[in-house]
T-cell receptor, first 114, second 112 residues
Framework: IAGITQAPTSQILAAGRRMTLRCTQDMRHNAMYWYRQDLGLGLRLIHYSNTAGTTGKGEVPDGYSVSRANTDDFPLTLASAVPSQTSVYFC?????????????FGPGTRLTVL | SQQGEEDPQALSIQEGENATMNCSYKTSINNLQWYRQNSGRGLVHLILIRSNEREKHSGRLRVTLDTSKKSSSLLITASRAADTASYFCATAPFSGNTPLVFGKGTRLSVIA
């Protein structure tokens, strides 16, 4: 069982380019999340999905979009990357309701926007 | 905005000593969770304590929750070099469909 996988592991991207970070889980969890982690700012929620077909905005959603077409996949898209989106991005999932259960995290994607 | 705030921001201790980290939060919660993050890795869930619980143990971990003070503490006893990591608290609001809110973390260094 892989748990949660993220791709790519790292990426250097030119400003203005479009980029999709991939996240796949094989645990059949209902809820999925995208966070960014920046030094000194901790973990901040970008978008989340409580179940397939639904999404919600987190603390820092601007410049990002998500979709949840099925249970397993939750891609995060940067339509036009900017340097302030340089960060480490973590995908996570949880079995049931958004906050009643523990979250399982992927290994992260390190993104640098130049 | 982040609800959980960990204290201290950084902690350095000798192997064998106990490490205590604190978390304060602002609004009522359903539960509070502690996570660990090794450098360059994703977070790993350690323990969940519900609002009607006051103390919980898991191996060398002891978590307390004081809802009247809106605070929690994580105690790691007999620390090991392998405990070196960042530790985060996360608060779960009462609404089941509202995601966890993570604090900024405490960076623990255990010196062998």
């Amino acid at each position: 069982i892989a748990g949660i996988t993220q791709a790519p592991t790292s990426q250097i991207l030119a400003a203005g380019r479009r980029m999709t970070l991939r996240c796949t889980q094989d645990m059949r969890h209902n809820a999925m999340y995208w966070y960014r982690q920046d030094l000194g700012l901790g973990l901040r929620l970008i978008h989340y999905s409580n179940t397939a077909g639904t999404t919600g905005k987190g603390e820092v959603p601007d410049g990002y979009s998500v979709s949840r077409a099925n249970t397993d996949d939750f891609p995060l898209t940067l339509a036009s990357a900017v340097p302030s989106q340089t960060s480490v991005y973590f995908c996570a999932s949880s079995p049931g309701g958004a906050s009643y259960n523990e979250q399982f995290f992927g290994p992260g994607t390190r993104l640098t926007v130049l | 905005s982040q609800q959980g705030e960990e204290d201290p921001q950084a902690l350095s201790i000798q192997e064998g000593e106990n490490a205590t980290m604190n978390c304060s939060y602002k609004t009522s919660i359903n539960n509070l969770q502690w996570y660990r993050q090794n450098s360059g890795r994703g977070l790993v869930h350690l323990i969940l304590i519900r609002s009607n619980e006051r103390e919980k143990h898991s191996g060398r971990l002891r978590v307390t929750l004081d809802t009247s003070k809106k605070s929690s503490s994580l105690l790691i006893t007999a620390s090991r070099a392998a405990d070196t990591a960042s530790y985060f608290c996360a608060t779960a609001p009462f609404s089941g469909n509202t995601p966890l809110v993570f604090g900024k973390g405490t960076r623990l260094s255990v010196i062998a």
